[in-house]
């Protein structure tokens, strides 16, 4: 179903909204925004946790790199995205850069204590 939205502003029944574009797509969009606030939370939570797991190992003098967690991070990330729904390269890309930054993290920490 094609729809001509500078003539008719309904969306095609399919998608379950009465309301014109602008209204359905205003509401998914605060949707968005919402879940963005919390995925931003919970990386801000994340990296709390981190920075204490940094602490604990300058006090005991461990190293950063912890190969065999990380994978089993990743292992696990990639078990929960393909329940969800998720691309396994998003979730790739989206671990990788978490892990950077969380042994970067990890890696100030020791060299502050």
Known sequence: MTVDFENDTKLPSKHGYDGDYAN?????RSGINQIDKQLI????????????VGD??????????DSKREHW?????????KRNGVSEFLTRELMDVLLKYSKA???????GL
């Open 105 to 111: 993290t990890q890696a100030k920490r020791v060299r």
């Open 56 to 65: 604990l190992k300058a006090i005991f003098h461990q190293p950063v790199e």
């Open 41 to 52: 939370s919970l990386v801000a939570e994340r990296f709390s946790k981190i920075s204490e």
């Open 24 to 28: 359905a797509l205003a509401e998914l």
């Open 73 to 81: 991070v990743l292992d696990q990330a990639l078990e929960n995205a």
